[in-house]
């Protein structure tokens, strides 16, 4: 599988990483599966957040790394905080807390990269400053990044950080594709989409951030998978076209169109199917045409200026 630079980092990364959310519904032994398969097809980076499975996720994974050959060094451990019962919480003390919580789950002196979740309404910048200081001169957390935010609240938080943020998960697939849509339609009267997050594709690439796409199977807003739906023929019908054509899966080349783009986006792939995953991580190998792009875009229901 390709590598990626993670951020203004010196991380290489597979260009596709692994969701974790899903592992507290396995064994042990099912889980290191779905480990060893991932690292043998080079997805080596693992995404986790402290709310999956509430906390078990992490516990899992932790388990079945002792039944999988792999040191901690080709692992790149990733976990996200912030989301609490009923609200979101960027305090210094929960912040800190809830890494020390993972790093006891995950059997780990360190986090890779630590994320936070969902924009908290009510963040102080300087405690969260505070947080990440501490964190990285304890050795507790290598990088930071966040998730599911614009770039004025990048930068409100960034005024106040010693530490670069390297990364921004955001959902994006090819039946969500919000931050695309709205940069067709510039000055345009009745324009079919509207800017709705302030451009953060782009400023992610001014600002050399890898956006993370989450949930590139899904449509709306995580409403279903779209691969094989009925309700969603035409683009379906062209998955497999292009599919077909290139030797892989419609899931793989539903990664390929994601991977396409110049930001050098990385796709957070959910899957516990070690078999799937494999079909999957082919898209790094597959290279789509602008055409192929334009056509798989389109059939998803997007209309071009």
Known sequence: MKKITLGTSNVEAGE???????????????????????????????????????GMSEEVFADALEFVSASRDQLILQTKCGIRNGFFDFSKEHIIDSVEGSLRRLKTDYIDILLLHRPDALMEPEEVAEAFTKLKKSGKVQYFGVSNQNPMQIERLKKYLDQDLIINQLQLSLMHTP?????????????????????????????????????????????????????????????????EKKGVSESAIAIAWILRHPARMQPVVGSMNPDRLKEIAKASNVKLTREEWYELYRAAGNKLP
């Open 16 to 54: 596709i990483a692994l969701g974790c959310m899903r592992m507290d519904k396995l064994s042990k032994t099912e889980a290191a599966k779905v480990i060893e398969n991932a690292l043998e097809v080079g997805v080596d980076l693992f995404d986790h957040a402290d709310i999956y499975g509430k």
């Open 179 to 243: 931050m695309i849509d709205a940069g067709f339609n510039v000055n345009m009267a009745n324009a079919p989409a509207i800017v709705r997050d302030s451009n953060i594709l782009d400023y992610s690439q001014l600002h050399q951030m890898t956006v993370q796409a989450w949930s590139p199977f899904q449509y709306g807003m995580i409403e279903g998978v779209f691969i094989g739906n009925e309700q969603y023929p035409e683009v379906n019908v062209k998955l497999t076209e292009i599919a």
